[in-house]
């Protein structure tokens, strides 16, 4: 069974550009979450999807959006980018809801300059 | 204060030694999750637990939930075990997940 994918791995983005970046959950699985992981910060939850419905969303401001499409891949955009959301962008899937065991991709690292 | 807070933040153990990283909330929670990192950023989840201890070959992750306290074990530690070991608390009636700053663990052969 393939494992979560992320793409791209790397990216790096001007400020004020937008970028989305996609991942594709185990087959199977129905809720992806994503997260963002700096040095300053550490991991911390963006929001997460359950059959194309946003069930949380954690304290990021609006510029972060995301999306699950029927096939429970999902996309999040960050839009007018600042420096500070250079960061590790992480997403996982699990088969139900969290009381259900979390598989992480390998992460999108974004890079802006 | 964190509402995950894990101990130590750094470890430096010799090849074979016994291990053990702490987690302790303040949340009530559904489930915990230990996870680790290694360089480069991939994350594994190690184990998922809501009560009692789980083994997988030299880890052990045991919770006490009354205490709202976790622990990681390492048995026979191993330099490939280096890595950073993160906690994680699955709040109830939410569906976000709390993290711990995590333990950088190296182990030295």
């Known amino acids: 069974k393939a494992g979560v994918t992320q793409t791209p791995r790397y990216l790096i983005k001007t400020r004020g550009q937008q970028v989305t970046l996609s991942c594709s959950p185990i087959?199977?699985?129905?809720?992806v979450s994503w997260y963002q992981q700096t040095p300053g910060q550490g991991l911390q939850f963006l929001f997460e999807y359950f059959s194309e419905t946003q069930r949380n969303k954690g304290n990021f401001p609006g510029r972060f959006s995301g999306r699950q499409f029927s096939n429970s891949r999902s996309e999040m955009n960050v839009s007018t980018l600042e420096l500070g959301d250079s960061a590790l962008y992480l997403c996982?899937?699990?088969?139900?809801?969290?009381?259900?065991?979390?598989?992480f991709g390998q992460g999108t690292r974004l890079t802006v300059v | 204060k964190n509402e995950v807070e894990q101990s130590p933040q750094n470890l430096t153990a010799q090849e074979g030694e016994f291990i053990t990283i702490n987690c302790s909330y303040s949340?009530?929670?559904?489930?915990l999750h230990w996870l680790q990192q290694h360089p480069g950023g991939g994350i594994v989840s190690l184990f998922m637990l809501s009560s009692g201890k789980k083994k997988h070959g030299r880890l052990i992750a045991t919770i006490n939930i009354q205490e709202k306290h976790s622990s990681l074990h390492i048995t026979a530690s191993h330099p490939r075990d280096s890595a950073v070991y993160i906690c994680?608390?699955?709040?109830?009636?939410?569906?976000?997940?709390?993290f711990g700053a995590g333990t950088r663990l190296t182990v030295k052969p």
């Open positions: 949340v009530g929670i559904s489930a």
């Open positions: 994680a608390v699955v709040p109830y009636n939410n569906n976000d997940m709390r």
């Open positions: 087959s199977g699985h129905r809720s």
């Open positions: 996982a899937s699990s088969p139900g809801r969290w009381n259900t065991e979390a598989f």
